[in-house]
T-cell receptor
Framework: DTAVSQTPKYLVTQMGNDKSIKCEQN?????MYWYKQDSKKFLKIMFS???????INETVPNRFSPKSPDKAHLNLHINSLELGDSAVYFC???????????FGSGTQLSVL | GESVGLHLPTLSVQEGDNSIINCAYS??????FIWYKQESGKGPQFIID?????DKRQGQRVTVLLNKTVKHLSLQIAATQPGDSAVYFC???????????FGPGTRLSVLP
């Protein structure tokens, strides 16, 4: 069974649209993340939630809003999509005391 | 800000040879480091980690070396196989925290 799963795998949309990416982990971890990977493969953290509370919020446009309904889920909603939002978005999770990150397989977002 | 970087963006090695992937970090306060492997279309996967109180750690066919004096981290892969072809990232954090900073990645290509 997939440990960290995110949907959709691919997302193609027009500029100005609003879209969401969902993430779920079945590892029992208490912390979840969203990372953005650009076309040059550079990975940068966007958000981190611990037990449904936001603990890291890097410099990200406020068009991006994470939502954590429970500690097993962390969704990412993006308003008014722009061309520069095109990237691969990775969800990850970790557990306090076991710092390594477990990543999902990514959502490739293409904004046309 | 401080960042983690790699000397070589691409590395090509013959199958069966040993590979060495390097990473330079600039934050002397970093105390925990991880190497990740990212295959095409997948999320990064944990390979090996090392804490700052160690200078070497070995896994199956992989060894991580940490030189705190020059702030350098390396990943050695023994007897490189075609399945090792991927992008490799180093990541660092402080206080065993959860805000990992990733390096830009090195693409390893294994030649037949």
């Amino acid at each position: 069974d997939t440990a960290v799963s995110q949907t959709p795998k691919y997302l193609v949309t027009q500029m100005g649209n609003d879209k969401s990416i969902k993430c779920e982990q079945n590892l029992g971890h208490d912390t979840m993340y969203w990372y953005k990977q650009d076309s040059k493969k550079f990975l940068k953290i966007m958000f981190s939630y611990n037990n449904k509370e936001l603990i890291i919020n890097e410099t990200v446009p406020n068009r991006f809003s994470p939502k954590s309904p429970d500690k097993a889920h962390l969704n990412l909603h993006i308003n008014s999509l722009e061309l520069g939002d095109s990237a691969v978005y990775f969800c990850a999770s970790s557990s306090q005391g076991i710092e390594k990150l477990f990543f999902g397989s990514g959502t490739q977002l293409s904004v046309l | 800000g401080e960042s983690v970087g790699l000397h070589l963006p691409t590395l090509s090695v013959q199958e069966g040879d040993n590979s060495i992937i390097n990473c330079a970090y600039s934050n002397s306060a970093s105390d925990y480091f991880i190497w990740y492997k990212q295959e095409s279309g997948k999320g990064p996967q944990f390979i090996i980690d090392i804490r700052s109180n160690m200078d070497k750690r070995q896994g199956q066919r992989v060894t991580v070396l940490l030189n705190k004096t020059v702030k350098h981290l390396s990943l050695q892969i023994a007897a490189t196989q075609p399945g090792d072809s991927a992008v490799y990232f180093c990541a660092e954090t402080r206080n065993y925290g959860q805000n990992f900073v990733f390096g830009p990645g090195t693409r390893l290509s294994v030649l037949p």
